[in-house]
């Protein structure tokens, strides 16, 4: 897996433009060929940090210094040093209204996205063709009978697993039960939970956070020896964080069409920020009722973890594998957080329940609080997201 937590030295400090392969930065640049040139203009001091489509005999990219860009979006040095080092996303800087456009708008500086990831953190831009899967068949499931470095090896190379069977159906049916005990107690604005509307503008609970906190039978599958041993199989000193970043998300799929995070368009889970302080974590999915695409199942672009995908990439490129992971209850799914993922609208009844444990590097206790996550800043701005979709 490539190392995408590249440190930057400064806001100030040079990219790494000239030291990237020419084939990944003909990639990026691919990308942006229609976007126009980009500028941000960095306050206190005044600095200028533009980049445009090369205007050699090879497609590239290059720096530019002027205001005359096609798209110039003004902000602080605080967020630019935020977006260069991998904390903050384009995303999170915009629904949390800390950019400015000067020109231009949101679909041009979300285009060049991916461009930035690469220059500022040597993130490649995911491409359909070259990607690796060391022979894994990316559809297949296994099972907790397969040893760790066969499972390691197929995670590390796909990006998932699908494990069978990991759990009963018994202990499923426990769990769906304190899932219906949580629920009942849930209200909107609580803290605790996730809204959407409903077709009929009424408004349905669609995921519970912290939720092992609230339930000692939860909390007794945060600490499962089976939930365990797959959160640790990249990286044995990886650990879950029950009481930040959301602790234990259980995801309900509301049905029909809903406004809101219900159905969660492509994303990696670092998407709102933190790639650098989470990455590369690793969400462990409990299939308390299993899934597929009638209740809303789990898609997993193979391959695409520690690399980008632009922003709505699927109007845009073809040739892109996409797996849809249809479970029974008690299947676990296990994906590293920035493997490209949706989790769309059911086609169907709706209602897969799956239970989130993440496991995260040491580091991340270093940044993130009790009570604190990226997705705060979305949990109740149904309306500025559904914007931006
Ligand atoms: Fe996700």
Redesign the pocket.
Known sequence: MTDTCTPSTGPFADDLLDSLPADQVAAAARLVVDAGSLAFRIAEGGHVVGYRVGSGELLGLERHDGLAADTVVALSAAAWADLVDQRRTVINLVVSGQLVFEKGGFDALAQWDPVLKLVHAGIPVFEPGRADLSGFDPAASCSLDDDDADLRARLSAVGYLHVRGVFSVEEMAQVNAEIDRLAALAQPGDGRSWWVTGEADEEVLCRLVYASQRSELLAGLDNDPRVQRLGRLLDPALRSAPDRLEGMAVLLKAPGKTQGLSN?PW???CGMGGHRILCPGV?IGIQVTGSSAATGNLLMVPGSHGQTLPWQWERQLTGVPVVAIDTEPGDVTV?I?DVM?A?PQPTGEGGRRTAYVSFYPERMWEHVGPGEAFNDLVRDRNQEVAALQ
């Open positions: 969660i994303h990696q889970d969400s994906h957080q993922h989790s």
